[in-house]
């Protein structure tokens, strides 16, 4: 069992690199992608401050499918260019709304959330699904979430075997 540390308070840099310190503790010894992606939500939800929604969706026969998440029951299919989500799945990119509410055809799973960040799995290339992070606080996140979770995703991707459910 792994104690999470809360990154509040810190400066963002410092706090990513101080949760992806966690993280990799979180995925030694460990490859089964299920599980990797299950413990990484929870650590998200656990160490970052002002989050209402932690999770993933993984491709899956041509759209994004839930998986592993913490936070309010949510969306379990979402097309491919819909939403946020959909969105960064489309044009494997990272991207950052300050106020979801503003951003054309953003699907609401919860109506507390304010702000996201989504940042895709990609894997050789090939797009296995994206990491959502949800906040109920107006522009909560930024380029430095961005590189944070990119660094992260790409903690996720390296220490798992690949996703059989994704694809």
Wanted: glycine share 10%.
């Amino acid at each position: 069992m792994h104690a999470v540390t809360s990154t509040a308070g810190a400066p963002k840099a410092a706090a990513y690199r101080d949760l992806n310190t966690q993280l990799r503790g979180i995925l030694a010894g460990e490859r089964n992608a299920l599980a990797n992606a299950a413990n990484m939500s929870a650590l998200l939800f656990q160490a970052l401050p002002d989050l209402n929604w932690a999770g993933f969706y993984f491709l899956q026969g041509g759209e994004l499918v839930l998986g592993p998440f913490q936070g309010k029951v949510a969306c379990v299919r979402i097309a491919l260019g819909r939403g946020v989500c959909g969105t960064a799945a489309r044009e494997l990119r990272t991207i950052v709304v300050p106020d979801v509410h503003l951003f054309p055809g953003h699907i609401a799973c919860d109506s507390a959330s304010r702000s996201e960040i989504v940042v895709p799995l990609v894997r050789a290339g090939r797009l296995l699904g994206v990491l959502d992070l949800d906040s109920p606080q107006l522009a909560r996140f930024d380029t430095d979430d961005s590189f944070g979770l990119a660094a992260a995703v790409d903690l996720l991707l390296q220490g798992s075997d690949p996703f059989p459910f994704a694809g």
